[in-house]
């Protein structure tokens, strides 16, 4: 993914946001980068056990705060249109590193970038339909 | 011969629109019977726990991804809450949806009120409680609120008692009169309550905090004596650890005068004398625990937990405070629901879609049943139980 653009995007967010938010950002993505170095590829993919292992994961576990439909509950939507605006790694980092004081975790304890990338493809396809 | 064939295809015939309307036809009581809650396809299993049966599927709830139950007190009708807002009432005997409105955007779960004749909803979005008529499902009252709401029970003296997850409020809503009803509301009761319990008997409302350590307590018996922080020690304590999924604290454990209840984040039950609400004991536990539900007679305590620990459910002996035994049921047990007098247990395995019974005292197995992604099991004997 491109990078700068993503750059110019969280500037531009954090133009907006007190001192505060912008150094925990900071810290968060510095932690982001070291975590990703340590893979060779972000977007290498999940082998095909571990996708079936993720889909259902995204669908009941994240399914039980954002919906098993992903139209919300404690947990914001997450469908695609909802998303559209948000790169990335922005969601990446999110779902890594949690939303702090909400009820959003970390789950980097529990998946791995791959892993995370993955989901993220699932929510931009919208890939949790009625099934 | 033709005539001898005729014949017997007509009883066959007969045979099988009986056997297809024998549950309306057959007389028998409800005491026994239950829903299961099976998200992935939004339908509802009829189950009977005399001899661990599925009786009938019902289809058609929409989005159950967090759906909960209550029961007329006639245990005839359930009331099926659906993540997406719809209140579905069900009657048990005929297996036929009896009334269904969509009611709010996003729902968490409802009450039905001492006399029966109320059902509320609690709705995230719109934000408030709706309260229907338990017979017809007409909107009686409306009460909108700039928050989610949680932790919605029912308490003595018709009363409905909620959180404000986004405002750090409870109100005490009287339905005395269910036209007019009165409403009390308590502020800064603490960050983010997100679920709440009525002790048994129904005299302490306490709701969980998620924003900050230690709960919050309101003495019914007492409402001017305001809410009141316990447990300053309960939580996630000094070291902040990801919450992988929210504890549910309906099934909180009374036992031996003391509370068993799950610590957030951390893999530990604690144990709370509930005479003067002080942490006692803290027992150590296979992952964090979701639901904390003593057996109906209280001498144990059966523990579930939060992904990526969710294939285990552990046992705790009241008396002696210690885990006797782990349980590998199977994958991401999501719920556990007890005989009404506690001599089984029913387990919803989700990831490998079956229902498990399981005997209480020898810790056997005795019956798995298929389920299409099963998560609530709910008896109906919740009908008579306070806050349930």
Redesign the interface.
């Known amino acids: 993914m491109p990078r700068k653009r993503n750059l110019r995007t969280r500037l531009n967010l954090a133009n907006k946001m007190n001192f505060r938010f912008v150094t925990l950002l900071a810290v968060v993505t510095t932690a982001v980068v070291a975590i990703s170095s340590g893979f060779s590829d972000l977007h290498a993919k999940p082998d095909s056990e571990r996708q079936a292992y993720l889909g259902n994961l995204l669908k009941q576990d994240c399914g039980s705060c954002h919906g098993l439909k992903l139209k919300g509950g404690l947990g914001t939507p997450l469908r695609p249109e909802i998303i559209k605006d948000r790169s990335d790694e922005v969601l990446i980092e999110t779902i890594l590193t949690g939303i702090p004081g909400t009820p959003m975790p970390a789950w980097k304890g529990l998946l791995s970038n791959e892993d995370v990338s993955w989901i993220v493809k699932l929510l931009r396809e919208g890939a949790i339909k009625s099934d | 011969m033709i005539n001898k064939f005729k014949l017997m295809l007509g009883i066959l015939m007969a045979t099988l629109v009986f056997a297809a309307n024998s549950h309306a036809t057959e007389l028998r009581g409800t005491g026994d019977l239950g829903l299961v809650i099976e998200?992935?396809d939004g339908s509802v299993l009829i189950v009977e726990h005399s001899t661990d049966t599925i009786l009938g599927r019902v289809e058609g709830f929409g989005?159950?991804?967090?759906a909960s139950v209550v029961f007329s007190r006639d245990e005839r009708y359930g009331y099926v809450f659906g993540?997406?807002g719809g209140l579905t009432k069900i009657d048990l005997l005929t297996h036929k949806v009896v009334n269904r409105i969509i009611q709010a955007g996003?729902s968490?779960g409802g009450a039905i009120s001492q006399d029966g004749k109320l059902v509320a909803v609690s709705n995230?979005?719109p934000g408030g409680v709706k309260v229907f008529d338990a017979e017809t499902l007409e909107l009686v009252a409306n009460l909108k609120t700039d928050s989610?709401t949680v932790g919605l029970v029912d308490a003595p003296d018709s009363k409905f008692v909620f959180s404000l997850?986004d405002t750090g409020e409870i109100w005490v809503a009287d339905f005395s009169d269910p036209k007019n009803p009165a409403i009390r509301k308590y502020e800064d009761i603490g960050i983010?309550p997100?679920d709440a319990l009525l002790t048994p008997g129904g005299r302490y409302y306490i709701a969980g905090l998620?924003?900050e350590d230690g709960m919050a307590m309101l003495d019914l018996w007492n409402l001017d004596a305001g809410v009141k922080r316990i447990m300053g020690g309960y939580g996630r304590g000094e070291e902040k650890l990801?919450?992988?999924?929210?504890p549910h604290l309906e099934g909180w454990a009374s036992a031996d005068d003391v509370l068993f209840v799950p610590a957030v984040g951390r893999h530990e039950v604690l144990v709370v004398d509930s005479k003067t609400w002080q942490e006692i004991d803290r027992i150590k536990v296979h992952g964090q625990p979701i639901f904390v539900m003593a057996r109906p007679d209280g001498r144990e305590v059966w523990v579930n937990f939060a992904?990526?620990d969710n294939s285990a459910v552990q046992v705790i002996d009241v008396l002696s405070r210690k885990v006797k035994a782990t349980l590998k049921p199977g994958k991401?047990i999501l719920h556990m629901e007890f005989t009404p007098r506690g001599e089984k247990v029913w387990l919803s395995v989700?990831?490998d879609d079956l229902l498990k019974v399981y005997d209480t005292r020898s810790l056997k197995e005795l019956k798995q049943m298929p389920a299409k992604?099963p998560s609530g099991i709910f008896f109906t004997n919740r009908a008579h139980e306070i806050g349930l």
């Open positions: 998200r992935a989005n159950l991804s967090h993540r997406e996003n968490i995230y979005d989610k997850y983010q997100y998620f924003g990801p919450v992988y999924k929210m992904i990526p991401a989700r990831d992604k």
